[in-house]
């Protein structure tokens, strides 16, 4: 089956910019979704077709994929945007999510 | 602006079936689009359970694929997930949500947090 791998955890200073990666074979060749989780909350998509932000989802937020790995970035890290991140893409028809990076703004 | 709403009890023994209901308000499921199922563990990550397209047409995660059904009633403009033989392995907060191939999973319901216990 298809997986996708991100690391457990990323650490940012205020202001400065926070790449989060998600691995798997031949990625670029598939559409790639990210989505932000605050905890007791619902995730919320923030990246979709690999580069495109939904409305109402900050400037700050962007997207890149390419050969194996995609990547979130978050240009001027908020403390706000401290949450966990998932990457997601489909397989055939069926759903794939990373494991998920929890991404401190300390 | 679509809305979705999950129902269904809190707790179920185990061995016996998990029955949630998803509610779509603001958008007619007949319309088009997947509908599907997620769950997430306590202090886990996301696994995607399965969707359903308004024809009936389905797709399972197939590690569940054996023990999930997945069915829509358009008529009340919801649809449904059954998970049968569960164990303490399958308490998790369930959402269910619209999804659209490379568009992505969204709107997200606000979960139901499901425990299988005696």
């Known amino acids: 089956s298809y997986e996708l791998t991100q690391p457990p955890s990323v650490s940012v200073s205020p202001g400065q910019t926070a790449s989060i990666t998600c691995s798997g074979d031949e990625l670029g060749s598939k559409h790639t979704c990210w989505y932000q989780q605050k905890p007791g909350q619902s995730p919320v998509l923030v990246i979709y077709q690999d580069v495109t932000r939904p409305l109402g989802i900050p400037a700050r937020f962007s997207g890149s994929n390419s050969g194996n790995t995609a990547t979130l970035t978050i240009s001027v890290t908020q403390a706000v945007d401290e949450a966990d991140y998932y990457c997601q893409a489909w397989d055939s028809s069926t759903v794939v999510f990373g494991g998920g990076t929890k991404l401190t703004v300390l | 602006q679509v809305q979705l709403q999950e129902s269904g009890p809190g707790l179920v023994k185990p061995s016996e079936t998990l029955s949630l209901t998803c509610g779509v308000s603001?958008?007619?499921?007949?319309?088009?689009?997947?509908w599907a199922w997620i769950r997430q563990p306590p202090g886990k990550g996301l696994e995607w359970i399965g969707n359903?397209?308004?024809?009936?047409?389905?797709n399972y995660n197939p590690s569940l694929k054996s023990r999930v059904i997945i069915s829509v009633d358009t008529s009340k403009n919801h649809f449904s997930l059954k998970l049968s033989s569960v164990s303490a392995a399958d308490t998790a907060v369930y959402y269910c949500?619209?999804?659209?191939?490379?568009?992505?999973?969204?709107?997200w319901g606000q979960g139901i947090l499901v425990t299988v216990s005696s």
């Open positions: 949500s619209r999804e659209e191939n490379s568009r992505g999973i969204d709107p």
């Open positions: 359903i397209y308004h024809s009936g047409r389905t």
């Open positions: 603001g958008f007619s499921i007949s319309s088009g689009y997947y």
